[in-house]
């Protein structure tokens, strides 16, 4: 499937770099296509969502803006990855499948766009030191270290030539739409 978003998102970066990504939760257990749909009518947007079994769809092209952060300058030099939960309510449970796709894919993309190191602060971010609300929610900022860890071990890995470049699951992109 090829799914890219049509609207609520700002072409190119106004000759700003890529510096940073952040993560995001849904707040919902939604698919990329519901996402999608909710990306329609809602004024916001984000790069990459995640679902709950792993599966990783692109919506906006990383060369342009999507308006995920809350913040115009931290949307113009990041890249959002949003990240489904698993259930909804409470502490917002993310998937161990979920993290680790989204582990293997902030490493590709550091890699990809010469961040290097996935480094918490540095170059990845949660959502919410740019806006203020508690997104990527409690469950995954209690594990912002160990995702930062896993993030790290991926990108050596790809320096190396031990792991894949690209994440285990695939990437579905969903096309502008008029």
């Not at 890529?18 to 707040?27: G, Q, S």
């Not at 698919?31 to 984000?46: F, G, N």
């Not at 409690?138 to 030539?161: C, K, N």
Request: charged share 15%; glycine share 10%; hydrophobic share 35%.
């Amino acid at each position: 499937i090829d799914l890219w978003l049509g609207t609520h998102y700002t072409k190119g970066r106004e000759g700003r770099r890529i510096a940073k990504i952040l993560w995001h939760h849904n707040a919902g257990t939604l698919s990329i296509e519901q996402i999608h749909q909710v990306w329609q009518t809602r004024e916001a947007s984000a790069h990459f969502q995640i679902e709950t079994g792993g599966r990783i769809g692109q919506l906006v092209n990383v060369g342009d803006t999507a308006w995920h952060a809350g913040n115009w300058e931290a949307n113009l030099t990041s890249v959002g990855i949003e990240h489904a939960n698993s259930s909804t309510g409470g502490d917002w449970p993310i998937s161990d499948a979920t993290l680790d796709a989204g582990a293997k894919l902030t490493a590709s993309l550091c890699h990809t766009l010469g961040l290097g190191v996935p480094t918490l602060g540095v170059n990845v971010f949660p959502h919410r030191e740019f806006q203020a609300t508690a997104c990527p929610g409690p469950y995954f900022v209690a594990r912002l270290d160990e995702q930062i860890s896993r993030a790290r071990t991926y990108y050596q890995q790809m320096g190396a030539g031990t792991a894949p470049a690209e994440p285990s699951k695939p990437v579905v992109k969903v096309p502008n739409l008029p």
